[in-house]
Every structure is written in structure tokens, then in C-alpha cells.
């Protein structure tokens, strides 16, 4: 079945550095491809996403490309802040004809510290 | 404002005694989901939902029941709780079923069952 791999962490820097949150899937067909970001004691919010190969989605300074060819989808952000401290859950979704399939990777824990 | 609602957020009970965490949206949306979030093991699909009185297993969904007599509304029961549902819960919903469809998620449900 479908599958999403990521650093579990926790991964500790200081403000400013440089991020970098891998993730790999499996899929059986062409799935779209999400990082979602959980802050403490609230649900997960939707950062950015990547629906095709070679896409780049981007939000809040937070990049992500889509790379069929390794089956890859890190997250990277030039400068973290102590606010990006979070939770952050790289996760696929494929359509079939009879429903969604949407699967979750375990969450990497970030903590900026300034 | 667009937003997925959970009742209760927090609730202790006891092994055996009925309970249901309900879930309401307010955008149209015909998919809905239950997830929950265990350490370890991140979000894992309890239950979903594709439009009204159409409902799925998910990944893990002995010990649950749920339904979807209304468009907005996707509760989820548990007619026997026992230790091991204690977890952090989260209703999710999207527009659809298509696969490029984010999710919104609630704030969550923390459950203890003793």
C-alpha cells in the first residue's frame, strides 16, 4: 500500500538556519503530495502542496518540489523563525474511483530556539 | 469563517461507556474523515466519508462507528470505549474525493478512556 517516510527528529536549530525536512512516499499512481504544519494544541493547517511532477509549492517561505524520480518531497526553508516551531507532516493523497486515499507520515518535531 | 468544529475538545471517561465526538463543516464539503494521531505513528484514517450516507472503513476502524445522515455533519461513536482509543482525535473534510484536494482539519478531540 501507499506510504510516507520522513525524519521523525526532533530537530532542534538555532533562528536562521537552514531547514530541511525529508520525505519519501510510495504510491501505486500519481499522487498529489502536502506538508501540513500542527502548532501546539491546534489541528494540522494545510503549508503548501504539489499536485505533478517537478511541481514547487511554496508558502510562508517554506519550499517543497515534487521528484518522481526519486519519489521525494522535502521541505526546506531558507531562515527559520522561533515561530516555525512545530509539528510538520509530509502526507499523499490518490484518487480512485471509489473514494481517497489520504496517508500521513509519522511528523518530524521542530524547534527553533533563538 | 470556513472551519471544521469537534465537540468536546477534551473529555475523561470510563471503559464501556458510550460516547460520540461530533463534527461539523461549514464549506459544502462532501468528503469527510476521523483520524487519529498516536505517537509514533502520526495521523492514522479511522473512518471516511465520500457524501452523505456513504461511508468506508479506514485504516483502523475496529472499535468505531460513525454516520452521515447530513452533508455537514460526520460524528464519530465509540459504543464501548476501551484503553487503547485513548488518543488525539481529528475530523478532516475537503471539497471532494479528487486527489489534488487539501484537507481541513478541526482542532481535535483528546480522549482518555479508563
Known amino acids: 500500500g501507499d506510504s510516507v517516510t520522513q525524519m521523525e527528529g526532533p530537530v532542534t536549530l538555532s533562528e536562521e538556519a537552514f531547514l530541511t525536512i525529508n520525505c519519501t512516499y510510495t504510491?501505486?499512481?500519481?499522487?498529489?503530495l502536502f506538508w501540513y504544519v500542527q502548532y501546539p494544541g491546534e489541528g494540522l493547517q494545510l503549508l503548501l502542496k504539489a499536485t505533478k511532477a517537478d511541481d514547487k509549492g511554496s508558502n510562508k517561505g517554506f519550499e517543497a518540489t515534487y521528484r518522481k524520480e526519486t519519489t521525494s518531497f522535502h521541505l526546506e526553508k531558507g531562515s527559520v523563525q522561533v515561530s516555525d516551531s512545530a509539528v510538520y507532516f509530509c502526507a499523499l493523497s490518490e484518487g480512485f474511483g471509489y473514494g481517497q486515499n489520504f496517508v500521513f507520515g509519522p511528523g518530524t518535531r521542530l524547534s527553533v530556539l533563538p | 469563517e470556513a472551519q471544521v468544529t469537534q465537540n468536546p475538545r477534551y473529555l475523561i471517561t470510563v471503559t464501556g461507556k458510550k460516547l460520540t465526538v461530533t463534527c461539523s463543516q461549514n464549506?459544502?464539503?462532501?468528503?469527510m474523515s476521523w483520524y487519529r494521531q498516536d505517537p509514533g505513528l502520526g495521523l492514522r484514517q479511522i473512518y471516511y466519508?465520500?457524501?452523505?450516507?456513504?461511508?468506508d472503513k479506514g485504516d483502523v476502524p475496529e472499535g468505531y462507528k460513525v454516520s452521515r445522515k447530513e452533508k455537514r455533519n460526520f460524528p464519530l461513536i465509540l459504543e464501548s470505549p476501551s484503553p487503547n482509543q485513548t488518543s488525539l482525535y481529528f475530523c478532516a473534510s475537503s471539497l471532494n474525493q479528487g486527489s489534488n484536494q487539501p484537507q481541513h482539519f478541526g482542532d481535535g478531540t483528546r480522549l482518555s478512556i479508563l
Open positions: 504510491a501505486t499512481g500519481y499522487p498529489s
Open positions: 464549506m459544502n464539503h462532501e468528503y
Open positions: 466519508s465520500m457524501n452523505v450516507e456513504v461511508t
